[in-house]
Each structure stands twice: as structure tokens, then as C-alpha cells.
Nanobody
Framework: QVQLVESGGGLVQAGGSLRLSCAASGSILSINAMGWYRQAPGKQRELVAVITRWRTTNYADSVKGRFTISVDNAKNTVDLQMNSLKPEDTAVYYC????????WGQGTLVTVSS
């Protein structure tokens, strides 16, 4: 099995920054992609950002220019740098990994106050 452990969530004022980190461990095969999703109260889980094994990235339109995803393949970690945070970024953020299978972290809460 594969375990994903997230860290870095918390409470921040609008305009502030947070950095989320996710560490993958266990029986990982060849990673195809790692990324971050989020789920706000009453809403469906949505993609925030993903980075593939070829280092290509994809961002939700709502976070482009504010969030940056990065990966350390040697350590099997993926980070999400979030700047200029808005109240609408408030959500539980989930780390995601694909290696032919799919794995999810337990989630970390990000709260942005206005």
C-alpha cells in the first residue's frame, strides 16, 4: 500500500500565503502524476494542480498565477505554494498520487479569513 501524509494547512488571512506538503511512502510503483485537489463545504472535490512525471503542470483556472506545484521525485514529495489566498480558497486539500493506481491523503484544512 501507499500512504500520503499532508501537512501545512491552517488559518490565514486573505492575501496571505501557505505551503502544503505531501510525502508519499510505501509500495510506490512508477509515479505518473501527483497533485492536489480540494473540497469546499457543500461542493464537489475539484482539481487544484497536478504535475506529471514529465514535469508538465495543470492548474485550475481559479488558482493560476497564485499557486505553484512542485515535486521532488527523489523524496516522493509534492508541495503546493499558495499565495494571495482568497476566502474562496477555503477547503480541505487532498494530496493525490497515480502510479497505475490511485491514492489519496487524509486531507488538510485550509481556512482563509476575510
Amino acid at each position: 500500500q501507499v500512504q500520503l501524509v499532508e501537512s501545512g494547512g491552517g488559518l490565514v488571512q486573505a492575501g496571505g500565503s501557505l505551503r502544503l506538503s505531501c510525502a508519499a511512502s510505501g509500495s510506490i510503483l512508477s509515479i505518473n502524476a501527483m497533485g492536489w485537489y480540494r473540497q469546499a463545504p457543500g461542493k464537489q472535490r475539484e482539481l487544484v494542480a497536478v504535475i506529471t512525471r514529465w514535469r508538465t503542470t495543470n492548474y485550475a483556472d481559479s488558482v493560476k498565477g497564485r499557486f505553484t506545484i512542485s515535486v521532488d521525485n527523489a523524496k516522493n514529495t509534492v508541495d503546493l505554494q499558495m499565495n494571495s489566498l482568497k476566502p474562496e480558497d477555503t477547503a480541505v486539500y487532498y494530496c493525490h498520487l497515480r502510479d497505475g493506481r490511485e491514492f489519496w491523503g487524509q486531507g488538510t484544512l485550509v481556512t482563509v479569513s476575510s
